[in-house]
């Protein structure tokens, strides 16, 4: 079945639903015209909001079909309930499997996943199916750890040398610490990959994974709302989408035209979920996209996750997002990639104070010095503003591991807009 069939086939299946029958009627979108790819994409994207208010909506069959409800993005609002059927989970599971199988063999080989399974996300009860699908044995842990789960890990990883560890790069870091904690030598437990997912994976972070288990990093993307989409392969150039199972767009920042190539937000549509279809739904996720062939030799879209869109402060009629402080950043070795970025009104004028976490010894002028050089080449808008004397920057040193952390390991607030 070609791209444009396995698209017509979701807008039918989600056109069985009420929130879709009414949208498409809205707009006035007949669905038998839509013959082209350019047809497809003049369809409307949705949103998480429309989730968030229209969950049950966009059921497109009877509840006796329904494998699984999972729940996601109530931290802040109001949860958005995903429906599955169990062949389309256990489908989205394979696909993950076939790009990971190019990667390496899991028969008989212990794999330790630290996952939030103990709620109602996907994620845990999919990374499960797919390392069965692999003939993996299966050892999984919930997001929160108590003292004494802590200690049991501790013990199960030093005696049963577990050949792949898979977690949020917050919650890897945090575990990296109870072993140092423990006195145990993290090189020695025999991990030989490490699977990154659930948040932004920095250079810096990663290196510092790697080195701390003698592993090989892989980065890998998925939603609640979609299963599993994306993973590195031995390249480590980008991410390559799970074309068997998702249509990955990106749309323009500014105009939300599709671009084939650059930065913008990610869209995805599925292509498997018959109790759930997504039509150009918008992930908020900023990422670059590149069609260009891998040099693995495959050719599907690559993608890199940069930040989320609410990661991100309007300056002077720009907008300066999380990732090009990343960038900025992860030039200067001695920091780590946590950091604060906050900014509010002093006077006429705006104080942006930014928070990172270092060793004492470079807690010092030219440190932050270093800090504004980096910070002026890498997102010339800040320059430009620094130079009409609009804007201040001030440059504030903490120990690492002191800025706020959110149960899963993640820094909190990495960008906080305080102006009234």
Same mark, same amino acid.
Request: charged content about 25%; some cysteine; hydrophobic content about 35%.
């Given at each position: 079945m070609n791209l444009i069939k396995k698209l017509l086939r979701t807008v039918l299946w989600a056109q069985k639903s009420s929130f879709y029958r009414e949208r498409l009627k809205r707009e006035k979108i007949k669905v038998n015209a839509i013959k082209t790819l350019s047809n497809f994409q003049k369809l409307p994207p949705i949103t998480a909001q429309d989730l968030r208010e229209h969950s049950k909506e966009f059921s497109s069959v009877s509840r006796d079909k329904i494998y699984s409800l999972y729940a996601t993005g109530g931290t802040t609002g109001k949860s958005k309930l995903i429906y599955w059927t169990e062949e389309a989970l256990e489908n989205s599971a394979k696909a993950m499997a076939n790009y990971l199988r190019r990667l390496f063999s899991l028969k008989g080989k212990l794999c330790i996943v630290i996952a939030p399974s103990d709620n109602l996300a996907i994620v845990g009860d999919f990374e499960r199916k797919v390392f069965r699908n692999m003939n993996a044995l299966i050892g999984s842990m919930g997001l929160t750890f108590t003292d004494d789960q802590r200690k049991q890990l501790i013990t199960v990883m030093q005696a049963e040398e577990p050949y792949l560890l898979m977690g949020n790069p917050g919650r890897v870091l945090s575990l990296i610490q109870d072993f140092v904690d423990a006195n145990v030598d993290t090189k020695k437990l025999g991990i030989k990959y490490v699977i990154s997912g659930s948040e932004i994976l920095t250079p810096k972070t990663r290196d510092f994974i790697e080195k701390a288990f003698g592993a090989t990093v892989f980065d890998h993307g998925g939603m609640t709302e979609v299963g599993g989409t994306t993973i590195e392969c031995r390249a480590h150039d980008g991410q390559h989408v799970f074309e068997s199972v998702v249509y990955a767009e990106v749309l323009n920042l500014e105009t939300g035209e599709v671009i084939t190539e650059g930065i913008g937000e990610l869209c995805f549509t599925? $292509?498997? @979920? #018959?109790?759930? #279809?997504? =039509?150009?739904? *918008?992930? !908020?996720? /900023?990422? *670059?996209?590149?069609?260009? *062939?891998? %040099?693995?030799?495959?050719?599907? #879209?690559? /993608?890199?996750?940069?930040?989320?869109?609410?990661? %991100?402060? %309007?300056?002077?009629?720009?907008?300066?997002?999380?990732?090009?402080?990343? !960038?900025?950043?992860? !030039?200067?070795? !001695? $920091?780590? %990639?946590?950091? @604060?970025?906050?900014?509010?009104?002093?006077? #006429?004028?705006?104080?942006?104070?930014? =928070?990172?976490?270092?060793?004492?010894?470079?807690?010092?002028?030219?440190y932050t010095k270093k800090i504004l050089q980096a910070l002026k080449e890498r997102i010339p808008k800040l320059n430009t503003a620094l130079g009409s004397k609009k804007m201040n920057i001030v440059i504030s040193f903490v120990d690492p591991e002191t800025l706020k952390r959110t149960p899963r390991g993640k820094i909190a607030n990495r960008i906080l807009d305080a102006r009234s």
């Open positions: 599925t $292509l498997i @979920n #018959p109790a759930f #279809p997504l =039509v150009r739904y *918008k992930t !908020e996720d /900023i990422v *670059k996209i590149t069609h260009k *062939k891998c %040099s693995c030799g495959l050719k599907t #879209p690559r /993608i890199w996750y940069k930040c989320r869109i609410s990661e %991100s402060v %309007s300056l002077f009629g720009a907008t300066l997002y999380a990732y090009q402080v990343d !960038e900025a950043l992860e !030039e200067i070795k !001695e $920091l780590t %990639s946590a950091y @604060n970025l906050r900014v509010e009104s002093v006077g #006429p004028g705006v104080t942006m104070t930014l =928070v990172v976490e270092c060793q004492k010894e470079f807690q010092h002028e030219s």
